[in-house]
């Protein structure tokens, strides 16, 4: 070959590759990647064509220097036999002309991967994908309605803003428009100088496309009802709120966790039937009763499982069966009303829960009735010990000797006296009222209080004074009157220290 030969194939190969719109990857596209754009070409056909791709920029003095060594060395020609010749020129033919399809095999790999990202299943198509590609976004798009007031991604907006029912020219938008207009990707196909830049963009079309596959848009009954549970049924602000329902359902559930946690329920107060809610709030009707029901059992949930029952299992223990999308404002204000009598519910839950313990045991005591208060019902318990004496050493049974003990510091704490040490000590319960497992643990609680107040009450049983006994009390008075207060003082605590338990 003369030097006027390799300067005329160095201008042919200028010619060539100036007749051709490169992408930008063109020169930097690695192996891995082209064979993903030639899966019929094995890897050294590939290599073959890497090896001009990465000279189409070249001018005819950079080919010339080319030609001969490393050119005629890349496709094979080692001794320049007439074979080896005719090979080499073959091989080169070739890699010419695959190298010629690579803007329309890039193109075409590009369509057809966002193709597979916007239709499931879509496999890669035996012709051009470009005459499908408009009617497969148009699908998408009415598969996937999206309302104006939603809280979608900036990303995902931008997609919706150029992908319609109507998109016109396809091939443009995909490989021009919108790769140009994410922030992450800001060039059209054309100008990306890597097949990374690829790669990511179609990684971000994907997450896109999944955010949007996967967004629920909520109705306004829906929102409004969601809403409403923490500003007017829990009295919490809404700090955040959203428009896609797993978000909102996710943000008003753990609303709902915290709201419910913040009571301090009792444990037991997870298992409460609706016959226990019913026993404690006769005058709520039978659908605050059973949602009051659902709630409670709710404080052992997660918050992933209270958002499961927002729309759902609330609503129709509210009485609401329809599905949450049929709703209108009148169904939102209706459950809206029964929800807040609810709260009212739970919001007095503990209390009631105590008092009607306070009752049982004051009943045990014979010291309380229906209706009484709180403060009522420990006053009498507090007088109980005084109408029984028990004398120093006095034995007691374990539950009977924790009862009196109790019952010496329950005027200055009654509820870290009746409802977390004694419950504590009394041997068939052992756990304070606020680990109990269930509410019927009271049953067995009241009960051995019974018994202990019984025990008690028959060994500290006073009865009427003998003339022995009164002649010595006169006595008694008449010399305390001459005694000095100091004398006294000393006496009473002799008498206390003598005659305590």
């Keep these: 070959m003369t030097s006027a030969s390799t300067s005329e194939v160095a201008r042919h190969l200028v010619a060539w590759a100036q007749g051709f719109a490169w992408p930008a990857c063109a020169t930097t596209i690695d192996l891995p990647h082209l064979q993903q754009l030639y899966p019929d070409l094995e890897a050294p056909r590939c290599q073959d064509m890497t090896y001009l791709l990465q000279r189409v920029h070249d001018d005819a003095a950079q080919w010339e220097a080319e030609i001969i060594e490393t050119l005629a060395k890349q496709f094979g020609i080692q001794s320049w036999r007439k074979q080896e010749v005719q090979d080499a020129l073959e091989r080169f033919a070739a890699a010419l002309q695959h190298a010629s399809q690579f803007d329309m095999r890039l193109r075409q790999h590009v369509l057809t991967s966002i193709a597979s990202i916007f239709a499931d299943a879509y496999g890669p198509p035996a012709t051009d994908i470009r005459p499908a590609i408009r009617e497969v976004l148009a699908h998408w798009y009415t598969e996937h309605p999206i309302p104006a007031e939603n809280d979608l991604s900036d990303d995902a907006s931008i997609l919706l803003r150029h992908i319609t029912a109507e998109t016109g020219d396809a091939e443009t938008v995909l490989l021009s428009t919108l790769p140009r207009a994410l922030a992450d990707i800001g060039q059209a196909y054309q100008q990306w100088p890597t097949c990374q830049v690829l790669d990511h ?72 039937s609706e016959h226990d809610m019913r026993e404690l709030f006769p005058k709520f009707q039978e659908p605050i009763i059973a949602t009051g029901s659902v709630l409670v059992h709710c404080l052992s949930c997660l918050p992933d499982e209270l958002a499961s029952m927002l729309l759902t299992t609330l609503p129709a223990a509210l009485g609401q069966h329809a599905a949450s999308s049929e709703w209108g ?19 007095t839950l503990g209390n009631r829960l105590e008092h009607h313990l306070y009752t049982s045991i004051g009943k045990a005591f014979g010291v309380a009735d229906d209706g009484d208060t709180i403060a009522t019902i420990l006053a009498g318990i507090h007088n109980w010990p005084k109408q029984h004496i028990l004398l120093p050493g006095e034995k007691l049974s374990p539950n009977a000797t924790a009862l009196h003990s109790a019952l010496q510091t329950s005027e200055a704490d009654p509820r870290s006296a009746l409802l977390v040490r004694l419950p504590r000590e009394i041997c068939e319960v052992g756990e304070s009222y606020e680990k109990w497992q269930t509410w019927n643990i009271r049953t067995t609680y009241v009960t051995r209080i019974c018994e202990a107040a019984c025990e008690i009450a028959q060994r500290g049983r006073v009865g009427d004074a003998t003339p022995q006994v009164q002649t010595l009390w006169e006595q008694f008075k008449a010399q305390l009157n001459e005694l000095t207060p100091d004398e006294r003082r000393w006496l009473i605590k002799a008498f206390n220290e003598e005659f305590q338990p």
């Design 201 to 272: 963009y179609l990684a971000s079309v994907q997450q896109v496309v999944g955010e949007i596959n996967a967004y629920v848009p909520l109705t306004g009954a829906e929102h409004a009802w969601l809403t409403s549970i923490v500003t007017q049924g829990l009295r919490r602000p809404l700090t955040e709120t959203a428009w896609e329902q797993r978000r909102l359902l996710a943000i008003v559930a753990q609303h709902l966790h915290d709201w419910l946690s913040s009571h301090r329920l009792p444990r037991f107060a997870a298992t409460l």
């Design 329 to 347: 404002q009148n169904d939102v204000d209706d459950l809206l009303e029964r929800f807040m009598l609810v709260c009212q519910l739970v919001r």
